[in-house]
């Protein structure tokens, strides 16, 4: 729980993974330009002395990520984002089953998404039945700029992409998270536009579309989008770190978010291990809207916002009961491993480290 100005925060991680890029297991030239590119996000937003280097961020491990979630108590729970890239990386660049590992290990703390890709036909709707039926899984992450063979790309407006929603609702998977936002060397630009978000929603009102990214760099667009279909959410993963050195433009981004989506429909994401929440979850709860954009939006960034957007929306999505995460956190493993029991029992929790 985050102590923001005496105030308590339960802070939800809407976007994590758990990845592997090291040479043994990159396959094509891709998968080099991949993460080589996460590590330009990495570097240009971090601050200099919060950096890795690039050798252990290539694979950093689970018991790094508890560490860097969980140790200082900035972030309670995670959820998991796979990001398959088969393609590139010989065991995947981060799969369900290898997030599985940790999720399992700590259900607590971890929230569990799997993925379909509409390319795979039946077995790919198989896949999805087993991944339900093996994990329970309440959500999906779409990537649909990833390269399958000859395509490099796909979108949920598809026909097939539709076999596949319709899949995800009779299951009872109701979170689709779509990543929709910057272009990752090698990957189409194009192929994450966010214009194919409008029709699947439209077409699937029981689910619900987290657009990760916001659509960034096409935020105009999103909002629009988000405007008419009420079952749009905006992730904040890519937009988060602008606090920290782009304060004036993550004050623009979150005025027209705001504005558009409301406080309500609206994820804190670190994107770890791009960003770790150690550092960036402070930077966004100390972050100010301009005096000009909260005048003109008519919006605040304050409090009660901040509740909702780092942790309360994901809650609501996916029927988390805060308080009672808060009573399990009080003895739970992490809590015992790097003492935070304290932390959770008391009325006032200590302010995560900076």
Not at 175 to 200: C, Q
């Amino acid at each position: 729980m985050y102590r923001d100005n005496g105030e308590e925060i339960f802070v939800i991680d809407g976007h994590v993974h758990l990845w592997d890029a090291t040479e043994d297991n990159i396959k094509h030239d891709g998968g080099e330009e991949f993460i080589q590119c996460f590590y330009d996000y990495h570097t240009t937003f971090t601050p200099e002395d919060r950096q890795w280097d690039i050798s252990e961020y290539r694979k950093y491990g689970a018991n790094r990520m508890v560490e860097d979630l969980f140790a200082n108590a900035a972030t309670d729970m995670a959820i998991f984002q796979p990001t398959y890239l088969t393609d590139f990386y010989t065991e995947g660049f981060n799969t369900t089953e290898q997030n599985a590992e940790l999720a399992t290990e700590h259900p607590e703390r971890f929230i569990l998404n799997g993925t379909f890709d509409p390319r795979d036909g039946e077995d790919g709707l198989e896949y999805l039945e087993k991944l339900h039926d093996k994990y329970e899984i309440p959500g999906v992450k779409l990537y649909t700029a990833e390269w399958r063979g000859e395509s490099k790309g796909w979108r949920l407006d598809d026909e097939e992409a539709f076999k596949f929603l319709e899949k995800c609702q009779e299951l009872g998977i109701e979170n689709i998270h779509a990543h929709k936002g910057p272009t990752i060397r090698p990957l189409n630009r194009d192929a994450f536009d966010v214009k194919d978000v409008d029709d699947a929603a439209s077409s699937f009102p029981e689910l619900n579309f987290i657009v990760e990214h916001v659509g960034l760099p096409r935020l105009d667009d999103f909002c629009w989008i988000a405007a008419q279909e009420t079952n749009v959410y905006g992730g904040l993963a890519v937009a988060a770190p602008f606090a920290q050195n782009r304060p004036g433009k993550f004050s623009e981004i979150m005025s027209e978010l705001l504005w558009w989506l409301g406080e309500d429909r609206l994820l804190f994401g670190s994107d770890y291990a791009l960003w770790n929440p150690d550092w960036l979850v402070k930077e966004v709860l100390e972050a100010e809207l301009t005096q000009e954009h909260r005048a003109e939006y008519g919006v605040e960034w304050d409090l009660e916002t901040k509740k909702k957007v780092m942790g309360e929306n994901a809650a609501e999505l996916y029927d988390i009961d805060i308080e009672a995460k808060r009573r399990a956190f009080q003895d739970d493993e992490i809590s015992q491993q790097f003492g935070l029991e304290d932390h959770y029992a008391s009325e006032e929790p200590a302010a995560a480290d900076d």
